[in-house]
């Protein structure tokens, strides 16, 4: 019998904060800053804050994308983020991102100065912005859009859920393990039938959506994250398998992983990116 079966919850809840896990340290009940840190501002308008984690790589996908179709504007200075190290709870951070989670997005172009957070809603400004990624005839969009909101409605079960528990929790707990991946699996049969029938989610053309989905679901049939490629048997999506590494070949999604990202070959990091050089 696992502890979970014997477990009472108290009246009221109270933040234990040795309760173990990856992330115990940073993790709170509470919002708001913990300590004074403004942050580093570049000289191109476009500010990223961010870490190569696949929220991260969307939006340093997409403004690679951007600046591979010559949008010069989207140069862009990405600062790290190291979440491990607290620095999502500085002041600055905060006051770009009240909710304290990479990555997060200052245009200095815009005056007052645009701040933008959540991932999906930093894809769509840019896209927007660009005019670029997103189609604007109304049913191709609100499919972009539909594939696009999926993504950020259902990732935080494949990350937080499935993710969680069976790579990063101080014990492996069977029913939280169970319900996850059955979840995992269901999310990556709906890409699956999807990508059956199109070469991209919404058809035939490359958008936003595809980012965003790649950043996630490609990344766990092509790089086994959590470790988990047998365990969920990631081999039997052969259409997700096969969306994902034509993304994944796009030299700007090379690039666009690689940025922020203090992990992985030394040759291959991009912890800060200024200009287009810092790949050399
Ligand atoms: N819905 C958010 C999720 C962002 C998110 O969860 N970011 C994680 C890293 S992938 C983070 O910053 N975690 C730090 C923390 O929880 O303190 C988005 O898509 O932007």
Redesign the pocket.
Known sequence: MSTQDTYVPPKVWTWDQSSGGK?AN??RPIAGATHDKELPVGEHPLQLYS?G????VKVTVLLEELLALGFSGAEYDAWIIN?GNGD?FSSGFVAANPN????ALMDHSTSPTTRV????AIMVYLAEKFGAFLPTEPSQRAECMSWLFWQ?GSA?YL?GGFGHFYAYAPEKYEYPINRFAMEVKRQLDVLDRNLAERAYLCGDDYNISDMANYSWYGNLVLNNIYESREFLDVASYTNVARWATQIEERTAVQRGRRVNRPWGPEEERVTERHSASDFD
């Open positions: 992330f940073i993790n870490l984690t696949p929220n991260g979440i999502q304290s989670k990479i990555p957070f959540e991932s999906g950020m935080p990350g």
